[in-house]
């Protein structure tokens, strides 16, 4: 019993910077949003790579777009997330579908092929394209979106690193003006509720 209360306790110091990461990329995010409010807007236009093609935001997004922030091998909030958006958008009415568009971007372009990034996105809904660019490219895109991320390495692990990140929806219209954020702890309903509130 003692050596159970041990190894939780270090398995619970060990969750510590992990917590205090989140949180304080949550309050990163948060300050981003409420500058957003005031003199600087959230969001931006832009062309990235997919498997079929580059893609630019402006002519081959759709009415509303729903950008996530993320990567293939995260391996829990981004499967996640894209179950949420995935089960908000089989909820919604077949012509309001057509004017919604899902929008994975990879925020680990090393490991991210396009090929991978578009089974991936295509495995949770045929309405979300995978893409991804150069590691500044991504970068400086995720900045203008108040997105943010690391590498987090894990020593003696097959992965070599995973990557820390805020985990929102971003709700955009062609031009990349975010016009509303959800969390990703929200339920499909929730993120139903803000795709009605735009399209219907």
């Known amino acids: 019993m003692q050596s159970f209360g041990k190894h939780f306790i270090k398995a619970l110091l060990m969750l510590i910077p992990a917590v205090a990461l989140v949180a304080g990329m949550e309050m990163y995010q948060k300050y981003q949003q409420e500058q957003a409010g005031g003199s600087m807007q959230l969001g931006s236009p832009f062309t990235l790579q997919t498997q079929d093609g580059p893609f630019t935001l402006a002519s081959d ?15 829990d909030i981004c499967p996640t997330s894209m179950s949420v958006m995935s089960a908000a958008f089989n909820q919604l ?25 578009k ?7 045929p309405q979300i394209k995978g893409m991804t660019d150069a590691p500044e490219t991504i970068r400086a895109l995720s900045a203008r979106y108040g997105a943010f991320y690391q590498k987090a390495e894990v020593k003696g692990s097959a992965m070599g690193y995973t990557v820390d990140h805020t985990s929102v929806f971003y709700l955009t219209n062609r031009e990349g003006q975010v016009l509303e954020t959800v969390s990703h702890s929200a339920s499909p309903d929730d993120l139903l509720a803000a795709l009605k509130k735009r399209l219907l």
């Open 61 to 75: 997004g759709n009415e509303l777009n729903v950008i996530y922030f993320g990567y293939t091998q995260c391996p």
């Open 93 to 117: 009415p077949t012509d309001a579908l057509q004017k919604v568009q899902g929008i994975l971007i990879s925020v680990d372009p090393e490991r991210d092929t396009l090929e991978h990034l």
């Open 119 to 125: 089974t991936y996105a295509e495995y949770f809904h």
